[in-house]
């Protein structure tokens, strides 16, 4: 199965943390998709969530994983996100993937994300080589300390 991460998963050793078969096909982007941190969290933060937009990009990476380990994760995205299949633009072709967008029932424009959720969208926007703009345009966002210090630790932990 392709996967499109765009959020946290982005970064591979997160993502692998979570279904171990993930392997990078390709850094992609995604036209007419526009990035935002609107997705209620279990947690009470914000999390990445896209839209569709007109004149946007949202940039990501394209991972196959075992159709199996789908379950994983569905359950760790939560009820809050709907599974989407997507077409995406690599090379002269289109390359059907599936990604989450929120439920927008689980969405508020008023949310911030976690600072430790940030860093992980942005070391896996610098793993991946995307492009320097759009890796400014995250670090922009607006981010707040996680009120249990515990779990932040234990989120950045991965980072080492």
Same mark, same amino acid.
């Given at each position: 199965?392709?996967?499109?991460?765009?959020? @946290?998963?982005?970064? @591979?050793?997160?993502?692998?943390?979570?279904? %171990?078969?993930?392997?990078?096909?390709?850094?992609v @982007?995604? %036209?007419?998709?526009?990035?935002?941190? $609107?997705?209620?969290?279990?947690?009470?933060? /914000?999390?990445?969530? &896209?839209?569709?937009t007109?004149?946007?990009?949202?940039?990501?990476? *394209?991972?196959?994983?075992?159709?199996?380990?789908?379950?994983?994760?569905?359950?760790?995205? /939560?009820?809050?996100?709907? $599974?989407?299949?997507?077409?995406? %633009?690599? /090379?002269s072709?289109? &390359?059907?993937?599936?990604?989450?967008?929120?439920?927008? @029932?689980?969405? $508020?424009?008023?949310?911030?994300?976690?600072?430790?959720?940030?860093?992980?969208i *942005?070391? /896996?926007?610098? +793993?991946?080589?995307?492009?320097?703009?759009? *890796?400014?345009e995250?670090?922009?966002?607006?981010? &707040?300390? $996680?009120?249990? +210090? +515990?779990?932040?630790?234990?989120?950045?932990? *991965?980072? +080492?």
């Amino acid at each position: 199965m392709l996967y499109f991460a765009y959020g @946290s998963n982005l970064y @591979s050793k997160r993502l692998k943390s979570r279904v %171990p078969s993930a392997t990078k096909v390709a850094a992609v @982007s995604l %036209p007419d998709y526009e990035l935002f941190f $609107d997705k209620r969290g279990t947690d009470g933060s /914000g999390k990445g969530n &896209i839209r569709k937009t007109n004149d946007s990009i949202v940039y990501g990476v *394209i991972y196959e994983i075992n159709a199996e380990e789908k379950v994983t994760l569905d359950r760790i995205e /939560g009820a809050g996100y709907d $599974d989407v299949s997507l077409q995406i %633009p690599v /090379g002269s072709e289109l &390359i059907k993937v599936f990604t989450y967008m929120a439920k927008e @029932s689980h969405t $508020d424009d008023s949310l911030n994300p976690y600072s430790w959720y940030k860093n992980l969208i *942005i070391a /896996g926007a610098k +793993e991946n080589n995307l492009p320097e703009e759009y *890796i400014n345009e995250i670090q922009e966002v607006e981010a &707040i300390k $996680d009120p249990e +210090e +515990e779990r932040a630790k234990l989120e950045l932990k *991965i980072l +080492e």
